[in-house]
């Protein structure tokens, strides 16, 4: 459904449109810019936070960091109490209280001394149980491996002599020692409270004084850091609570559940360490990080968490397009800040070794399976428009093989195929059938129907990486340098394009292959885009192809042919057909051209609006280019002027489409009477109904029924009037459309309003001062075709514009670098706001000079 368009955005458009009338040939670019406020409030933003993107309503910042950060300051609290029970117990009681403590004191502060001395306050829990269990496997490794040779040697007594000593040293010494390890603070704790109930400390005989209280502030001491350090372990079990709301909070699947863990742990182990660790890190620094390491277990992690993020935002493109659902702004946001991150850290890592790794992992011979292939592809692919591919000369062939047969694809993973060739040579095949038969002789006991949904579901993952592989080249082709790369490689070209020219839709399954030949246009459309010699001669190997040219005009024929593929080929074939380089039938051109009108004249189905839009801009780009092409839309059928002007006056979202191509029209329509004589009635018949709706909405008032009643009666009499084909009547009749607007001197006069809507628009913005030069030119050719005006009027319109001039003037010097996106400066003559002020100035003196 269209959306509906803000008064001032429409305003804009249809001045634009009316500008086209009088003007026919004067275009103007439009660019949007935040607000000089908006700009100066970002700046501040950014100078305040001096952040590459702003993280901190991230899930994992919020919950994993802040979590981790709890516990950081938990153990700083257990380790500063830990240094002052110790400090406590050796300078102050030890050190001065030493001969007057009683036995039982004197051994209890001895046994805390020692737990503290320990430092286990410094280490998780969960590490010690694991490091505990590892050094009791490791005594039962040593004594299997002694008892082994002494058997061997048959001696029988020396083996009893050890496992009695084993015995002795793990009971009385491994044991206790474990215990003190791990439950030392708690069992210092216990003693705290009884030595504190027993308050039992001996008298201050001799002169010594202060003993109760320092022996009551360290038992105190003792048992306020166990209590934290207990507090702290509950805390540390709520370790899978904050990886379920961190999963379920950010849409991940299951499969990031172990990497997330190990995010949350190690950012808690280095909070304890030190609190300030995990400030600048979230899950995509901590994914690169994994990456460049040289561990292939951390880079497995890393590619599987930055994949969780990549097919998050992949999920909400489709839902995007598809209108299922759609983001708030906020998460847009934060969408973009991810992939600006990841971006950035991946590009700029040392070297790009983690680029590398990346584009190595997609290889046919990768050392790695089939899902972290996948993975590794979807991240590539967000980056992908940022690769060079030059600067990784095997890049093209890593990539390239992401497109290859299912059957290279399903045999074995790729390093099992790689060992395999290497191995057995001649024999590799044999043996991978005989691999993969032992692999499915594990599921004997299983069903059939779970065989067959395993091998639909390779299929379907075969699909994805093909799928991925060409978004990857799509991307890649937009750089020019990419695209020589991509045609100097042997065979490629002919890959990219096999899904089209070996006609999947209609020879297979329509909804099977619709992904993968959709991808596969995609990247030829953009291919048919490059500039200079490669451009050419990439158009030129797919024009050669009579394969693609006839299948692409079969699924624009097709009705069960989706409407996203339709749009890739109208798109190809339009640019082809721009290219006059090429030798292509002209009977196929008609074709193509007589398609694209059929479908602009269809009803407006909310269905096909998509392939209606893209119909339209295909017909502007053709009728710009070849005059030719003009003539022949010109030609094609008596009703394209009619549609055009619809479009102009009630399409709201396509009516400078519509409007540019009757520009073009116009330009190009050589000395053909009829034709001309069809566009002026085009003409003038849109551009007062759209100045009347200009009006309507700039003074939120529907008064323009009389108008173009008056401009209908007026039209009239000037047909029959003015019969000359002279182009110098075609002005004059387009006069009238000025003074059909309410003319005189009344409330609602032409000028008055055009005023009103030049102060509105008197903002130092690009959109702005398009809008505000296309009123100084309709004001130009009000006075080139002498209308009759109220000069006070004149006057006030005049003096708005000279306003509106002084408020752009550095924004008016800036358009002098518009460039196209070919990269070359316009071809028509740049006009800045002042110059047309200034001629509009002249022409309103010579004007009240003739009437004076």
């Known amino acids: ?211 109760k209280p320092a022996l009551e502030i360290l038992y105190s001491l003792a048992l ?27 849409g991940f699947s299951d499969r990031t559940r172990v990497p997330i863990s190990d995010y949350v742990l190690k950012m808690t182990i280095g909070c304890e360490k030190d609190p300030s660790f995990a400030t600048g890190r979230n899950l995509i620094t901590y994914a690169v990080d994994l990456m460049g390491s040289k561990s292939p277990n951390d880079y497995l992690s890393g590619v599987r968490t930055l994949d969780a ?14 209108k299922s659902t759609i983001c708030s ?63 990784f000369p095997r890049a093209i062939f890593y990539i390239s093989s992401l497109i290859d047969t299912f059957e290279i694809y399903h045999l074995l993973q790729p390093y099992q195929r790689n060992w395999v060739v290497e191995t057995f040579e001649q024999n590799w095949y044999r043996l991978a059938l005989y691999l993969a038969s032992s692999d499915s002789d594990k599921q004997e006991n299983s069903d059939e129907d779970q065989r067959q949904d395993s091998d639909i579901d390779l299929l379907n993952s075969y699909k994805e990486l093909v799928g991925q592989g060409l978004r990857i080249l799509r991307k890649l082709a937009k750089n020019d340098v990419n695209c020589r790369v991509m045609l100097d490689t042997p065979c490629l070209l002919r890959k990219i394009m096999a899904p089209v020219t070996t006609d999947l839709l209609h020879n297979i399954d329509h909804g099977a292959w619709y992904s993968i ?90 269905d096909k609006e998509r392939k209606w839009e893209v119909a339209a801009k295909a017909l502007l780009a053709l009728s710009s280019q070849m005059e030719t092409s003009a003539m022949i839309i010109l030609k094609a059928n008596d009703n394209v002027l009619a549609n055009l002007t619809t479009m102009i006056v009630k399409k709201s979202r396509y009516r400078l489409v519509a409007a540019n191509i009757l520009k073009y029209l116009c330009i190009h329509y050589t000395n053909d009477v009829e034709s001309r004589i ?33 401009f209908r009666s007026r039209k009239q009499e000037t047909d029959v009037e003015n019969q000359c084909g002279d182009s110098q009547y075609n002005d004059q009749d387009l006069a009238h459309q000025f003074d059909a607007i309410n003319p005189g001197d009344g409330e609602y006069s032409f000028p008055r309003k055009l005023k009103e809507f030049v102060r509105k628009n008197t903002h130092p913005r690009p959109d702005c001062l398009t809008v505000v030069k296309l009123a100084c030119k309709m004001f130009i050719s009000m006075m080139k075709h002498r209308g009759s005006y109220v000069k006070e009027d004149l006057e006030s319109l005049m003096d708005a514009l000279s306003s509106a001039s002084k408020c752009m003037f550095l924004l008016d010097g800036s358009m002098v670098f518009d460039i196209t996106e070919d990269g070359a400066m316009t071809s028509r003559p740049f006009k800045s706001l002042a110059s047309l002020v200034k001629e509009a100035h002249e022409l309103m003196d010579k004007h009240n000079s003739l009437l004076s």
């Open 1 to 211: 459904m269209t959306a509906m368009r803000s008064p001032p955005t429409r305003l804009r458009e249809l001045t634009r449109c009316a500008a086209l009338g009088p003007c026919i040939c004067l275009h103007e670019r439009r660019t949007t810019t935040p607000s000089p406020r908006a700009a100066s409030n970002v700046a501040r933003r950014m100078t305040h936070h001096a952040k590459l993107v702003d993280d901190s309503g991230w899930a994992e910042v919020m919950f994993a960091n802040n979590y981790a950060l709890f516990i950081g300051y938990l153990s700083m609290a257990v380790k500063g109490l830990g240094f002052l029970v110790l400090t406590w117990t050796t300078v102050v009681l030890l050190g001065s209280f030493g001969s007057a403590l009683q036995k039982r004191d004197f051994w209890c502060l001895i046994f805390i001394t020692l737990v503290q001395t320990a430092g286990i306050f410094d280490v998780f829990l969960a590490e010690k149980l694991s490091y505990i269990g590892n050094s009791f496997w490791g005594i039962g490794a040593v004594g299997h491996m002694v008892r082994s040779n002494t058997l061997q040697h048959q001696c029988h007594g020396l083996e009893n002599v050890l496992t009695s000593v084993q015995l002795v040293v793990f009971w009385i010494l491994l044991c206790p020692l474990a215990a003190v390890y791990m439950f030392g603070l708690l069992i210092s704790a216990g003693i705290s409270v009884w030595c504190l109930r027993k308050h039992d400390y001996g008298s201050d005989a001799d002169g010594v004084v202060n003993l």
């Open 224 to 250: 306020l850091q166990a209590v934290i350090f207990c507090y702290k372990a509950i805390f540390a079990c709520a370790k899978g609570s904050v990886v379920n709301a961190l999963i379920e909070h950010r």
């Open 309 to 322: 993020f990549a097919k998050r935002l992949e999920t909400v493109i489709k839902n995007w397009e598809e």
């Open 329 to 391: 702004p906020k998460e847009l946001k934060r969408f973009m800040q991810e992939h600006i991150l990841m971006k950035h850290l991946i590009m700029s890592a040392p070297s790009t070794g983690v680029l590398q790794k990346l584009l190595q992992t997609l290889g046919r011979i990768s050392v790695y399976d089939r899902e972290t292939r996948e993975g590794a592809a979807r991240i590539v692919a967000n980056i992908a428009l940022d690769i060079r591919l030059e600067e």
């Open 517 to 606: 030949v959709e991808g596969s246009l995609k990247v030829m459309c953009q291919l048919t885009l490059a500039t200079g010699q490669t451009g050419k001669k990439l158009r030129s190997e797919i024009s050669s192809s009579k394969e693609a040219i006839s299948i692409m005009e079969m699924i624009l024929e097709c009705d069960k042919c989706d409407e996203n593929v339709q749009k890739q080929v109208i798109w190809i074939l339009s640019n082809l057909y721009q290219d006059t380089s090429l030798i292509l039938a002209a009977a196929s051109r008609e074709k193509f051209i007589g398609m694209l009108l059929d479908t602009i004249a269809t009803d407006d189905n909310k």
């Open 678 to 710: 069809r566009l002026k009635e085009a003409i003038t018949d849109a551009v007062p109904k759209v100045l009347g709706e200009i009006f309507c909405w700039a003074s939120e008032e529907t008064h323009t029924g009389t108008a173009v009643d008056q």
